[in-house]
């Protein structure tokens, strides 16, 4: 049984790039006790050479063709300008996301069991914030808690106008009285590090709230999609994904639940569309999205959904096979409403055989119209490839990033390390 669906094709050109496994070569500040910052500059790339894939591919209708050069070239303008790298001895500091806004400003989110951005721990486990510029000079940097509190940061965006918004979770007091259950919170900043407001929102006290990522729109608007281990108010059922709205103004507009029995589902990724406002959410479940209806436990599909600003829902797409894993991680729209999605599956997602788990791209167009799909990793049973994130620029470029414990320009030679990071442009 299939559930993918051939549509009509385009004529495009990719050029995957990769930066392979590398180490430091030099260490900068590496034990400030001021900034409690750690910096490496240079870095030291498998026989000095960042390698390229070009690959030029003429898709027709219902078919792919496509014919693979690899060649290694020194791409000296690739060279890794700076990381920056926050903690402090024996602390366990976790960064989840970053965000860029149209300044280029750089923004960096996460959480810390230690004082980094002050004196004192606030609470058990703190949010921390930093804005940086370019050459990665420090704008400004917050640290939030709430005593006896832990809070955990999941998701991180940025408005048009330099707002920044964390989501995380915590079962403590922070931003309302704990319920004994998990809860989200969302906090947003202005450019200059002032926090405007902080909300939390749990499931009537009864069920657990884990909130998984966020996407902000061209109006302020936040959408968080997560899951629940209970219904909604007002619904009745199973635990279930939500995609909930906040305004500008941190008022909760609505929350929508999609549930089917008997079925596990995932959101992973949600994302907007700045053309037409939609917005879309990606996962994967053991059902059948379209007809919503539970499948065997042993298959999961990937789904999109579309949403209008309202909430109102409608199927866009859902792919994979029976008694195979397709998991949607990250999408992305580019400037055209084309949708991207990425993830790992273990089945060949045009043939239907199976395979290991290997990193997969898919384009549908604004219509749900499937584009192409593209693997990414070796066949053979012991290598894994995931695409955990995916990002699109102004002119249609995709960005995807991911990682492998196999070589993605020669399956023939080992890995570089225990697991690769890997960096692919498709233009």
Known sequence: MSFLK???MCNLV???IFLQACSAEYLYNSSNPETREYWFRFLIQKEDIISEINMETEIREETIESETEIFDEDLGS???EWVLLQGAPRARTYGMNIGIDHNDFIYVAG???EAL?????IGKRDVILGKYDSRKN???RRQIGASQAMLQVKDFGVDPNGNSYILGLTWDDFAGPASGKSELFLIKFNSEGTQIWARRVGNRGLYDMYPHKIAIDELGNSYIVGNS??????NTGVGCTFILKFDANGNQVWIKQIAIAGATIVPNGVAIDKVTGSIYITGSGSANFETLSRLNADTSLLFIFKYDSNGSRQFFAQLGFASSTTEGISISLDPFSNVFVGGNTNVDLESGEQTNFRGFLVKYDSSGFLKWIRHFGPISSDKQTVVNAILTDEVG????TGGSNANLLDEAESSVGNRDLFLIKLT
Do not use: A, M
């Open 229 to 234: 281990t209970g219904p909604f108010e007002g």
């Open 78 to 80: 690739l060279s890794l």
């Open 117 to 121: 951005f002050q004196r004192q721990l």
């Open 6 to 8: 051939n549509r009509t």
């Open 14 to 16: 990719i050029i995957f």
């Open 138 to 140: 420090i704008i400004w």
């Open 397 to 400: 470029n995709v960005f995807l």
């Open 111 to 113: 959480d810390t069991n």
